[in-house]
């Protein structure tokens, strides 16, 4: 089984700053079966960026993704007040999904 | 605008049977791999399992031994099955649509893009 580990665990930023969300995989993973979703609170996750890089239907451009083998990034080039919620990465690998457990961005 | 609903009931006994079922609404349930996701407390999201249009299903190594995931197409929708459940099982479990396509080089995962509100499961006796 493939673990993701997000990192940081809490990142806490102001509206209009920059923030890069890490996820590494225990293993090399394929990026068309890297995903990343946005969670708030009580609401189910919601779609963000498929195939590691490319952006789902209707997400802004401040969003981004990048990385390959084991290392992946999500970024958000400039906070809207929005976008404080908990970011998840997700992979596909030996028939299995797992999950990152979660980075909480947060408002400093 | 596809939406899902899961339902099923809420509180279970230890050794009970969980059934929850999805529903597909706003769109068909043809061409398209459906998934059981679930959170128990304080834990990560964990995927159960998944099933295509097509009956053709996958699960997750730590449930196999007690998952089934059947579809009717005919009624739209999806269901779950997880037997002998123990406290371990309660958490809020979420249907979602996955999206798939093969090119030349395999397959490519377009990511969970329809995830339905949720449903909380408690096994308690």
């Known amino acids: 089984e493939i673990v993701l580990t997000q990192s940081p665990g809490t990142l806490s930023l102001s509206p209009g700053e920059r923030a890069t969300l890490s996820c590494r995989a225990s293993?090399?993973?394929?990026?068309?079966?890297l995903v990343w979703y946005q969670r708030k609170s009580g609401q189910a996750p919601r779609l963000l960026i498929y195939?590691?890089?490319s952006r789902a239907t209707g997400i802004p451009d401040r969003f981004s993704g990048s990385g390959s083998g084991t290392d992946f990034t999500l970024t958000i080039s400039r906070l809207e007040p929005e976008d404080f919620a908990v970011y998840h990465c997700?992979?596909?690998?030996?028939?299995?999904?797992?999950f990152g457990q979660g980075t909480k961005l947060e408002i400093k | 605008q596809v939406q899902l609903q899961e339902s099923g009931p809420g509180l279970l006994k230890p050794s009970e049977t969980l059934s929850l079922t999805c529903s597909v609404s706003?769109?068909?349930?043809?061409?398209?791999?459906w998934s059981w996701i679930r959170q128990a407390p304080g834990k990560e999201l964990e995927w159960i399992g998944y099933?295509?249009?097509?009956?053709?299903?996958s699960y997750n190594p730590s449930l196999k031994s007690r998952v089934t995931i059947s579809v009717d197409t005919s009624m739209n929708q999806f269901s779950l099955k997880l037997n002998s459940v123990t406290a371990a099982d309660t958490a809020v479990y979420y249907c979602?649509?996955?999206?798939?396509?093969?090119?030349?080089?395999?397959?490519?995962?377009?990511?969970?893009?329809?995830w339905g509100q949720g449903t909380t499961v408690t096994v308690s006796s």
């Open positions: 979602t649509r996955d999206k798939w396509a093969k090119y030349n080089d395999g397959w490519h995962f377009y990511g969970m893009d329809v």
């Open positions: 195939g590691a890089s």
């Open positions: 099933i295509s249009d097509s009956g053709s299903a």
């Open positions: 293993q090399s993973v394929s990026p068309r079966f």
């Open positions: 997700q992979q596909y690998g030996s028939s299995l999904f797992t």
């Open positions: 706003g769109g068909s349930i043809k061409n398209y791999y």
